[in-house]
C-alpha cells in the first residue's frame, strides 16, 4: 500500500498550489483520506479531511476559506486546492488515509501515511 503525495514547491504568498496524493494497493473508497501538515520545528497539525462518500468535509481554522479538499474515489486520489497561500503555510504537507476522522484530525494511529510534499511560500 502506497500513498505518494506530489504537487508542493516554492510559492509567493498569496499565490495558489494544487497538491494531489495518489494512492495505490488497496482501494480507500470507504476510508476517510486528508492531508496533515508540519512545518520544521513544530508539531504535526490537522489540515483537512474528507470522508469517503465526499459528505464529511473537516478544515483545520487555519485554513478554512482558503483551501479545498476533493477526492476521487475512482482513481484512489485526493487533491488539496490552497489558495491565498501565507508564511505560515510552509510545510511538509502529507496525505493520510484511515477509517477513522478522528485519528486523521488527531494525526495519531494513522492506518496509511504518505510520503510528504514541501510547500514554501515565501513573504
Known amino acids: 500500500v502506497q500513498l505518494q503525495a506530489s504537487g508542493g514547491g516554492l510559492v509567493q504568498a498569496g499565490g495558489s498550489l494544487r497538491l494531489s496524493c495518489a494512492a495505490s494497493?488497496?482501494?480507500?473508497?470507504?476510508?476517510?483520506m486528508g492531508w496533515i501538515r508540519q512545518a520544521p520545528g513544530k508539531e504535526r497539525e490537522f489540515v483537512a479531511a474528507?470522508?469517503?462518500?465526499?459528505?464529511?468535509?473537516f478544515y483545520a481554522d487555519s485554513v478554512k476559506g482558503r483551501f479545498t479538499i476533493s477526492r476521487d474515489n475512482s482513481k484512489n486520489a485526493v487533491f488539496l486546492q490552497m489558495n491565498s497561500l501565507k508564511p505560515e503555510d510552509t510545510a511538509v504537507y502529507f496525505c493520510?488515509?484511515?477509517?477513522?476522522?478522528?485519528?486523521?484530525?488527531?494525526?495519531?494511529?494513522?492506518?496509511?501515511w504518505g510520503k510528504g510534499t514541501l510547500v514554501t511560500v515565501s513573504s
Open positions: 474528507r470522508g469517503w462518500n465526499g459528505g464529511s468535509i
Open positions: 493520510a488515509a484511515d477509517p477513522s476522522i478522528a485519528d486523521i484530525r488527531a494525526g495519531n494511529g494513522i492506518r496509511y
Open positions: 494497493g488497496r482501494t480507500f473508497s470507504t476510508f476517510v
